[in-house]
């Protein structure tokens, strides 16, 4: 038996490097692949295998040509227009500007490649040392247990978080979810009181009678080890070790303004999950032909939407690998964040960057919120909805930067042509889901407060936009008054 796993593993490795070097040999002069049908390297063409079997891949991309800037902007636009596209405009006019991204150079380009292979080399290592320690420590008794089963990961700091994070327990157990959740914060970050409020949730399951009453979900509350709070920007690099660090195999991460409309746990039985053990969801903004993420992961451009954290499932038996190099990117954040969006892409990134495939969302994510004198104004949520198309998450992102009047949801903007086609989902780019959302932009304003604006560019139907009730929905129904019920703050 030993000896056929054995076979069957090296023929996994064989087939792995094999599969990439035909993948990547038909690279243009100085050009990317363009393995698709359509042009575009798709994750349904990727590989789907354990990190210990990818050594190859590794090695591949460390390999992949380097294109120069404008070398890699004249592919990239081939597959990524900017007309009638709702890229980060800002962020590229800013880079634009001051010509940061055009003076990354190919050697910077290597070097990263490098670098990011050498610290998956030193992670396996490790891995693989602490594997052989801890089984000789469980055949004396004292081995460690190792991270199995599902749970929720948030990480909550400083009030405001603590008090979101309580209001999603509270939801989550009113919808009699059973997954355990673990809450992470910096060393020294969080005030006596606040931890007292989170140690309450913790204690309160320590009592039958409350988990009869709350439904089985447990809290725990650790402390990330091995990275310290940034001063500058946003603290967001707290994701990836907070994944990294909880006791679970496979893991639902939840941002605490990312709430819930019902209980999350079908998403671990759906075929989705069980396909790639790895779902994602959409920002708003499409990706570019300047970024240099391209250049790095040594790919053409995917006319696709970039992605948000705020809610990401991932199995870490599959995708070890993809949570290495997510926490490279949060390590080096100075050098990768500015052009991932902080950590709101990275995953994506860590992802393509290793050939694996992703599933998510049976259609792009709405822009929700209040009712303004500007019928096109007043978002301050991102709508987030499940492979079937129904919405589930309300990533209420802006709430926390505004005070607006209720009711808080009231209208929905989304994009008309907004639902993946068939079964497929947020990670197939084959036509003609590579289309969805052409024609709408979205902006946040200031005025007269912080929220987004989503309209059509000039030259498209305004019907491409379409403004519903929020109550249209049956799953939308009740929440605001649920919310409030459960604490949440505004």
């Given at each position: 038996?030993?000896?056929?796993?054995?076979?069957?593993?090296?023929?996994?490795?064989i087939?792995?490097?094999?599969?990439?070097?035909?993948?990547?040999?038909?690279?243009?002069?100085r050009?990317?692949?363009?393995s698709?049908?359509?042009?575009?390297?798709?994750?349904?063409?990727?590989?789907?295998?354990?990190?210990?079997?990818?050594?190859?891949?590794?090695?591949?991309?460390?390999?992949?040509?380097?294109?120069?800037?404008?070398?890699?902007?004249?592919v990239?636009?081939?597959?990524?227009?900017?007309?009638?596209?709702?890229?980060?405009?800002?962020?590229?006019?800013?880079?634009?500007?001051?010509?940061?991204?055009?003076?990354?150079?190919?050697?910077?380009?290597?070097?990263?490649?490098?670098?990011?292979?050498?610290?998956?080399?030193?992670?396996?290592?490790?891995?693989?040392?602490?594997?052989?320690?801890?089984?000789?420590?469980?055949?004396?008794?004292?081995?460690?247990?190792?991270?199995v089963?599902?749970?929720?990961?948030?990480?909550?700091?400083?009030?405001?978080?603590?008090?979101?994070?309580?209001?999603n327990?509270?939801?989550?157990?009113?919808?009699?979810?059973?997954?355990?959740?673990?809450?992470?914060?910096?060393?020294?970050?969080?005030?006596?009181?606040?931890?007292?409020?989170?140690?309450?949730?913790?204690?309160?399951?320590?009592?039958?009678?409350?988990?009869?009453?709350?439904?089985?979900?447990?809290?725990?509350?650790?402390?990330?080890?091995?990275?310290?709070?940034?001063?500058?920007?946003?603290?967001?690099?707290?994701?990836?070790?907070?994944?990294?660090?909880?006791?679970?195999?496979?893991?639902?991460?939840?941002?605490?303004?990312?709430?819930?409309?019902?209980?999350p746990?079908?998403?671990?039985?759906?075929?989705?999950?069980?396909?790639?053990?790895?779902?994602?969801?959409?920002?708003?903004?499409?990706?570019?032909?300047?970024?240099?993420?391209?250049?790095?992961?040594?790919?053409?451009?995917?006319?696709e939407?970039?992605?948000?954290?705020?809610?990401?499932?991932?199995?870490?038996?599959?995708?070890?690998?993809?949570?290495?190099?997510?926490?490279?990117?949060?390590?080096?954040h100075?050098?990768?964040?500015?052009?991932?969006?902080?950590?709101?892409?990275?995953?994506?990134?860590?992802?393509?960057?290793?050939?694996?495939?992703?599933?998510?969302?049976?259609?792009?994510?709405?822009?929700?919120?209040?009712?303004?004198?500007?019928?096109?104004?007043?978002?301050?949520?991102?709508?987030?909805?499940?492979?079937?198309?129904?919405?589930?998450?309300?990533?209420?992102?802006?709430?926390?930067?505004?005070?607006?009047?209720?009711?808080?949801?009231?209208?929905?903007?989304?994009?008309?042509?907004?639902?993946?086609?068939?079964?497929s989902?947020?990670?197939?780019?084959?036509?003609?889901?590579?289309?969805?959302?052409?024609?709408?932009?979205?902006?946040?304003?200031?005025?007269?407060?912080?929220?987004?604006?989503?309209?059509?560019?000039d030259?498209?139907?305004?019907?491409?936009?379409?403004?519903?009730?929020?109550?249209?929905?049956?799953?939308?129904?009740?929440?605001?008054?649920?919310?409030?019920?459960f604490?949440?703050?505004?």
């Amino acid at each position: 038996m030993r000896s056929r796993t054995r076979i069957i593993a090296s023929a996994a490795i064989i087939l792995v490097i094999v599969s990439s070097y035909l993948s990547w040999k038909t690279f243009e002069r100085r050009g990317y692949s363009l393995s698709g049908a359509d042009g575009i390297s798709h994750p349904d063409d990727a590989h789907f295998t354990q990190p210990t079997e990818r050594p190859g891949v590794v090695h591949e991309f460390v390999q992949r040509p380097v294109l120069s800037y404008n070398e890699a902007v004249e592919v990239n636009k081939k597959t990524c227009p900017a007309e009638g596209v709702n890229f980060d405009e800002g962020t590229v006019t800013e880079n634009e500007k001051t010509k940061a991204w055009r003076r990354v150079t190919s050697d910077k380009i290597s070097d990263w490649r490098k670098n990011i292979a050498e610290y998956l080399d030193q992670k396996q290592n490790e891995t693989q040392q602490k594997l052989t320690s801890e089984s000789i420590l469980a055949a004396d008794g004292h081995g460690k247990a190792a991270k199995v089963g599902r749970g929720i990961v948030m990480a909550a700091g400083d009030h405001a978080s603590v008090v979101r994070a309580r209001t999603n327990i509270r939801l989550l157990r009113s919808y009699n979810c059973s997954l355990p959740i673990e809450i992470f914060n910096f060393q020294g970050e969080i005030s006596g009181p606040d931890k007292r409020l989170l140690e309450e949730l913790s204690l309160l399951e320590q009592r039958s009678e409350d988990r009869m009453n709350h439904g089985g979900v447990t809290v725990t509350i650790r402390v990330a080890e091995g990275v310290q709070k940034g001063k500058d920007w946003k603290a967001f690099h707290i994701k990836a070790a907070a994944i990294q660090q909880s006791s679970f195999d496979e893991i639902l991460y939840l941002d605490t303004d990312s709430y819930l409309l019902r209980n999350p746990e079908y998403l671990f039985e759906s075929k989705q999950w069980k396909d790639t053990g790895l779902m994602l969801w959409p920002d708003y903004t499409k990706s570019h032909a300047t970024n240099p993420i391209w250049r790095l992961v040594g790919q053409q451009c995917r006319n696709e939407y970039e992605g948000e954290s705020g809610q990401i499932f991932i199995s870490r038996t599959l995708h070890q690998d993809v949570l290495w190099v997510a926490e490279y990117f949060a390590v080096k954040h100075h050098q990768f964040y500015g052009f991932l969006g902080g950590d709101r892409d990275s995953f994506r990134a860590a992802a393509l960057l290793l050939g694996k495939k992703w599933t998510g969302p049976g259609r792009l994510n709405a822009a929700a919120g209040v009712v303004l004198n500007n019928p096109q104004g007043g978002g301050h949520t991102m709508l987030q909805s499940d492979p079937e198309g129904k919405w589930l998450f309300v990533h209420a992102n802006l709430i926390k930067h505004a005070q607006f009047e209720r009711p808080l949801w009231a209208r929905i903007h989304r994009a008309a042509q907004d639902k993946f086609a068939g079964e497929s989902t947020y990670g197939d780019v084959h036509p003609p889901n590579d289309g969805l959302g052409n024609g709408v932009k979205l902006r946040v304003v200031y005025q007269p407060m912080m929220s987004t604006v989503m309209s059509t560019f000039d030259g498209y139907d305004e019907a491409a936009v379409v403004v519903e009730n929020w109550d249209s929905y049956e799953e939308l129904k009740g929440f605001e008054d649920r919310w409030f019920g459960f604490g949440g703050a505004h």
